[in-house]
C-alpha cells in the first residue's frame, strides 16, 4: 500500500511540476504575444512615417526643380528687355549659375545617391549647357575633358 502512496505521491507530484511549467509556458508565450505585437505596431509605425518622408522629400525635390526652372525663365525674360549688353551678359551669367544648380541638383536627385554627383556626367552636361547657351560652334571650339569620376 506505501508503494502504491509512494507512486501515487510521485505522479501527484510530476503533475504538479508538469503543471507549473505549462502555466509558465504559457505566461511566457502571452508575454512573447504582447512583444512580438508591440514590435510589429512599432515597425508599421515607422514604415508609415519613412513613407510619408519619402513622399514629402520628392515633393521637395520636385518644388525645387520647379523653382530653378521659374529663376531661369524670369532671368531670360527680364534679359530679353535689357538693351545695355553689359547687364544683359551678367542677368544671363546669374542665369548660367541657376541651371548649373539645377544640373547639380538633377544629378544629386536622379539617381537616389544623394552623397554625391557624378563629377564626369556634370561636367559634360555642365560644358554642353554652355556651349549651347553661348551659342558656340564645336568647329571653333573643340572640348577634350579626360576625366575620371570620383564616385566610389
Do not use: C, P, W
Not at 510530476?14 to 512580438?36: E, H, K, N
Not at 529663376?71 to 535689357?82: D, F
Request: glycine letters at 4%.
Amino acid at each position: 500500500m506505501q508503494a502504491k502512496t509512494a507512486v501515487l505521491q510521485q505522479k501527484n507530484k510530476t503533475l504538479g511540476i508538469g503543471g507549473i511549467a505549462l502555466f509558465f509556458i504559457s505566461v511566457l508565450s502571452f508575454i512573447a504575444l504582447a512583444l512580438y505585437r508591440s514590435v510589429k505596431l512599432k515597425n508599421e509605425i515607422i514604415a508609415s512615417a519613412l513613407n510619408e518622408k519619402d513622399i514629402l522629400l520628392r515633393e521637395i525635390r520636385h518644388r525645387v526643380k520647379n523653382n530653378f526652372q521659374v529663376i531661369s525663365s524670369l532671368l531670360s525674360l527680364q534679359s530679353r528687355q535689357i538693351e545695355d549688353e553689359s547687364i544683359k551678359q551678367a542677368i544671363n551669367e546669374g542665369r548660367n549659375r541657376v541651371r548649373s544648380m539645377a544640373l547639380i541638383h538633377q544629378n544629386l536627385y536622379q539617381n537616389e545617391n544623394i552623397t554625391g554627383v557624378s563629377v564626369v556626367e556634370y561636367l559634360n552636361k555642365l560644358t554642353s549647357e554652355l556651349f549651347y547657351t553661348y551659342n558656340i560652334s564645336e568647329d571653333r571650339i573643340k572640348l577634350n575633358l579626360d576625366l575620371e569620376d570620383l564616385d566610389q
